[in-house]
């Protein structure tokens, strides 16, 4: 799998810089600040656990599988982090690729976001997802699919306490349909 090093994306509102273990103490600071909004999110507690989750990061840009940030605010505090993930780079099995030619991976997913309770619902997110976005459409040149069209994925997500009633809902759409 190809590395990318993790460039420095800075704008009015937020600087993204590569994630490393100096930035431990700062980002478990701001992860303790309030916990009240990482119910669906894993935010680390304690230090072990931050410094599992930046070994962990670490190996996955090693592995050229993601490139890891840890978020500062407008005045430089560390608020948080993201990271660029799931990098794919396709096999085109002698379809040649539509133009424009990637100088990065074929499509990249923006993930693993999390901020300190003050600056949720700021410009720093909308900032830095505008960052992350223009370095993979404009520098990157993320790619279309084999037949030229931009391909648009949606997600979907359940927890294990909705599943028994997402379950339900299936089977009974299963029998009206009968």
């Not at 994630?19 to 072990?48: K, M, Q």
């Not at 990157?140 to 339900?168: C, H, I, N, Y």
């Amino acid at each position: 799998m190809r590395k990318y090093e993790v460039p420095v994306l800075a704008g009015r509102h937020v600087r993204l810089e590569p994630l490393g273990f100096e930035h431990a103490g700062a980002l478990l600071a701001a992860a303790n600040e309030a916990r009240a909004t990482y119910g669906l999110t894993y935010v680390p507690s304690s230090e072990t656990g931050m410094e599992a989750y930046i070994v962990a990061a670490l190996a996955e840009r090693e592995d050229g599988r993601s490139l890891p940030f840890v978020v500062r605010d407008r005045v430089g505090a560390v608020v948080g982090s993201t990271r660029f993930m799931e990098i794919e780079h396709w096999q085109w099995l002698g379809v040649p690729p539509p133009a424009p030619l990637p100088e990065g991976p074929d499509a990249v997913e923006i993930g693993f976001t999390w901020y300190a309770e003050r600056v949720q619902r700021t410009a720093v997110n909308t900032e830095a997802k505008l960052l992350l976005c223009t370095h993979a459409f404009e520098r990157w040149k993320v790619r279309p699919g084999s037949d030229g069209q931009v391909r648009s994925t949606a997600f979907f997500s359940m927890l294990a306490g909705e599943w028994p009633e997402a379950r339900r809902g299936l089977i009974e759409r299963l029998e009206r349909g009968r």
